[in-house]
């Protein structure tokens, strides 16, 4: 009768201590409602973490202000973006930089920090002819810049014009002058026709800017567009040189194609040595050759003369009146009439005066010759070549060499000769030899070993971050979340007891109670129930003096 007493103070104890504990349990689930939450969000983030992207570049070199744009871009995109260790570029996701970087180029960015014509879009109402001369002075100044940084050398260019004010009241003006500085990439370099084409360029873009008032300046401080110092006599400007350059690599590939299907590929090598003559000459000749003689000579004219006189009938006397009368009749001759040998009788002979001029002119023999030389003629020419031995392939297909025959080297000799255009009168030089090439140095590089790797390294840190990520989410679940979520899903401890019955059975939840309800059972009499309740009495202390106090307390 005790016993069933006891037990059932110790049942009206428990549910006592049960209505008690009702607030304090509901406040300890919304603890763990809360921290169930917290280590969810735990577990995601550290997921999140093992999934991280791979970061490329986007844009690096920028200016502050193109870098202030991008990133407000960026952000409008809801692209994610993070900065370098340098600071010097930005890096967004590997799936995303193609992406983000058309999209950013349909908005104009990066500007480059050059100010254009676009500057003239947003002129204010009332400005002054002095500031909208600067304005478009700084647009011409930003569009010519654009242009030359569009070379591939050049990684900036900076451009100052100096446009002096047009004015009426001069007579002479001032020409504009412009001022470039160029930043050229590193390992790059511009020639002569590079800069050139800068300085056309620059002057052809500002009217009435010559050329030479145009100076360009690398980053270095030397001076690119220096037009005042002239070639010496000795000396070959760089288009000189690329030209005889451009002769002999010319000479040199004629001659190696042309042996290469003989000797088989890289098995000859050819170097040419041209002397070329730049010196312009023009020369006018005159020459006269010595007389020839009259048959052989051109006549150029001839002119003839002859006359004849006679002193019988001509006018005789003293000069006067007397002499210049008519004369008298004719009578019969006095002297008889002288006979010839042929028995012809004559009269008395008349003297004859007979005078001839012959004028012959001859043609002049004169050669005039006139010859002008161009510059850029061939003076000499030097070419060595090496072949190298004959390959051949025996049966088994292993590659042996052997020494050209001498008409082999006859043939190569003669097509070299007609490949670079051999000139005996002009002292050209040609050398073959023959000789085993020796054979390239094998670079042998050390074996890398996978731990040294770098394509290694970096999936090794991929891996161990994702193997990082599933360790903590199993830790997390089985040491946190799990004991949480078991609690939750397991009711509250209860004593339950059978007034009328003598068995006592005890049933406990819980932390605490497991261990009890494992070693609690239902015996028959107080010895088992003794132990029910020392074992109670062990895991719950606090319900075991709840219930002494309610003994104390009542009238039993």
């Not at 871009?73 to 600071?87: C, H, I, Q, R, T």
């Not at 690329?242 to 000479?251: E, R, V």
């Not at 050819?270 to 050759?289: L, P, W, Y």
């Amino acid at each position: 009768m005790a016993a069933g007493n006891d037990a059932a103070l110790m049942n009206q104890g428990a549910m006592s201590q049960g209505v008690i504990g009702l607030n304090p349990q509901l406040g300890n689930k919304l603890l763990l409602v809360f921290a169930a939450a917290a280590v969810i969000a735990v577990m995601v983030v550290f997921w999140l973490w093992s999934q991280q992207p791979d970061y490329r570049v986007l844009f690096s070199n920028y200016s502050d202000k193109d870098g202030g744009s991008i990133v407000a871009a960026l952000e409008k995109m809801n692209v994610p973006y993070k900065f370098s260790d340098s600071g010097t570029a930005i890096l967004v996701p590997a799936a995303q930089v193609h992406q983000a970087r058309l999209k950013l180029a349909a908005d104009g960015l990066p500007k480059g920090g050059n100010i254009g014509f676009e500057i003239l879009e947003n002129q204010k109402f009332g400005v002054s002819q002095f500031v909208e001369q600067v304005n478009f002075q700084r647009a011409l100044e930003g569009e010519l810049e654009r242009s030359i940084q569009s070379i591939g050398a050049v990684e900036m260019a900076r451009i100052h014009l100096a446009i002096p004010k047009a004015t009426v009241f001069v007579r002479d003006q001032q020409q504009p002058t412009a001022s470039v500085l160029l930043n050229l990439r590193a390992g790059r370099s511009l020639d002569a026709q590079q800069v050139g084409a800068v300085v056309h360029l620059v002057a052809s873009s500002v009217p009435n800017l010559p050329v030479a008032n145009v100076t360009v300046v690398d980053q270095n401080g030397n001076l690119l567009s220096d037009t005042s110092k002239k070639m010496g006599a000795n000396n070959l400007d760089p288009t000189q040189l690329k030209y005889i350059d451009d002769i002999q690599q010319s000479i040199v590939k004629r001659v190696e194609s042309i042996i290469t299907p003989i000797v088989g590929a890289k098995n000859v090598r050819a170097e040419a040595s041209a002397e070329i003559d730049f010196s312009s000459i023009e020369q006018a000749a005159e020459t006269f050759k010595p007389n020839q003689k009259p048959d052989d000579a051109a006549i150029r004219s001839l002119q003839s003369n002859e006359s004849q006189t006679s002193n019988g009938g001509g006018a005789s006397g003293v000069p006067g009146a007397l002499s210049n009368q008519p004369p008298a009749n004719a009578t019969a001759p006095i002297t008889a009439p002288v006979a010839t040998a042929s028995g012809a009788t004559t009269a008395e002979a008349v003297p004859v005066n007979n005078q001839k001029n012959i004028m012959t002119n001859y043609e002049v023999d004169k050669t005039v010759r006139y010859s002008q030389q161009g510059m850029g003629g061939i003076k000499r020419l030097n070419v060595a070549v090496v072949v190298n031995n004959m390959p051949v392939v025996d049966k088994k297909g292993k590659v042996t060499y052997r020494p050209l025959t001498a008409a082999e080297k006859t043939q190569i000799n003669d097509l070299a000769m007609q490949a670079m255009g051999f000139n005996k009168e002009r002292g050209d030089a040609l050398t073959v030899v023959n000789s085993s090439f020796a054979g390239e140095p094998v670079e042998i590089i050390p074996e890398v070993p996978l731990w040294k790797n770098p394509e290694t390294i970096e999936y090794g840190k991929d891996a161990l971050r994702f193997l990082v990520g599933i360790v903590v989410l199993l830790m997390l679940y089985k040491r946190a979340l799990s004991p949480m979520l078991r609690k939750l899903t397991t009711p509250s401890p209860k004593l339950l007891a059978s007034p009328n019955d003598e068995d006592a059975v005890v049933n406990l939840s819980g932390s605490n109670g497991e261990g009890a309800q494992a070693q609690l059972a239902s015996g028959q009499g107080g010895k088992n129930n003794l132990a029910a309740v020392k074992q109670l009495a062990k895991d719950n202390p606090r319900m075991v003096a709840s219930v002494v106090a309610n003994w104390t307390s009542g009238n039993e």
